[in-house]
């Protein structure tokens, strides 16, 4: 026997109860999309939000390091290494850019850092500087700002949060590393991946 339904479903009737599968099943297809646009949404929003991190007391104080400078989030700064638009500035010292730094990254001491060493970086290229968490590429990018170069941000979290997150350093004979200056005991707290060296 078939009872025919709305929108021209077929119910079969043996001695089960009536069942309508095609709109249980459209139900669950439903619920199964909305699941997956929300935790997509979720995930997109994290990353477009991945200016923030994870450790609370690590967060504040790169709130009060890099005050109003302009900032660039590690997974947008990745993006850009092979650019050739836009140039890395390391401005840790000597030291600390031999055991790690990012590719193509281009070593601008803080404390040697000389203004005539600029000019020959163009003033339209993208630059982004950074340093073990943020204060000393802050103070070189506004230098740099003061001298023209108007698209200078600073790498949020700087070369710590980088390595938190995984994202690859070199050496410097260009080879993957893992390692990473830790500047003192008390900055080094802040790195949870990588090998700590001094």
């Known amino acids: 026997m078939e009872v025919r339904l709305e929108y021209g479903q077929v119910i ?47 967060e504040i104080l790169l709130k009060k390091i890099n005050k109003q400078f302009p900032q660039i989030s ?51 290229n993208e630059i982004i500087v950074y340093c073990s968490i943020g204060s000393r590429s802050v103070k070189i990018g506004e230098k740099l700002k003061k001298l023209g170069y108007q698209n200078v941000k600073n790498l949020y979290g700087g070369l710590f949060n980088w390595i938190n997150i995984n994202f690859p350093l070199v050496n410097n004979k260009g080879e993957k590393t893992i390692n990473i200056h830790g500047y003192s005991k008390e900055w080094s707290k802040w790195i949870i991946n990588g090998n700590i060296i001094y």
């Open 12 to 58: 079969v009737q043996y001695m089960i109860p009536y069942i309508v599968i095609h709109s249980q099943l459209m139900i669950f297809i439903r619920i199964k999309l909305l699941l997956f646009i929300l935790i997509k949404t979720t995930t997109s929003l994290s990353q477009i939000d991945s200016i923030t991190i994870e450790n609370e007391n690590y």
């Open 74 to 124: 590690s997974y947008d700064a990745r993006k850009k290494i092979d650019d050739n638009k836009t140039l890395f500035l390391d401005t840790r010292s000597t030291k600390e850019y031999n055991i790690s730094h990012i590719k193509n990254a281009i070593l601008i001491e803080y404390n040697k850092f000389d203004l005539g060493s600029m000019d020959s970086i163009s003033k339209h």
